[in-house]
């Protein structure tokens, strides 16, 4: 697409660098003040009415997900997985369809009740 050479794309990121860091530095003197607050405040207001129906539908989305985490943190805080397994097998299934249980943190059935 672009054929840039090492110097151009050097000199791109150090001007992206600087950037990045003036604006840091103005928003941390900026972020104290009170019409700066306000304006923030306003913005995000807007944004949420704005949102606020996308908001609802992906909750409506992800609510059975969510009660299966929860569930399984529940039980795995009590060392009681089969207990999860075993009472709530649509939310094990759930959670096993979506990945969740990974090789870094397989499920195991063998844990203690």
């Known amino acids: 697409m672009f054929d840039l050479s090492e110097q151009e794309i050097e000199n ?3 001007k992206y660098k600087i950037r990045k860091e003036k604006d840091k530095q103005k928003y941390l003197q900026r972020k104290d003040n009170e019409e700066f607050i306000a304006q923030n405040r306003a913005r995000a207001k807007a944004h ?3 949102n606020k129906d996308k908001k609802k539908e992906r909750y409506e989305q992800n609510k059975d997900l969510a009660k299966a985490r929860n569930s399984y943190y529940y039980y795995k805080n009590l060392n009681k997985i089969n ?4 009472k709530y097998p649509e ?3 759930l959670l096993k369809m979506y990945g969740y249980f990974n090789e870094q943190n397989p499920f195991s059935s063998t844990s203690t009740s």
Do not use: G
């Open 12 to 14: 791109i990121l150090t």
């Open 48 to 50: 949420y009415e704005k």
């Open 83 to 86: 207990v999860f397994q075993e």
């Open 91 to 93: 939310r094990f299934d």
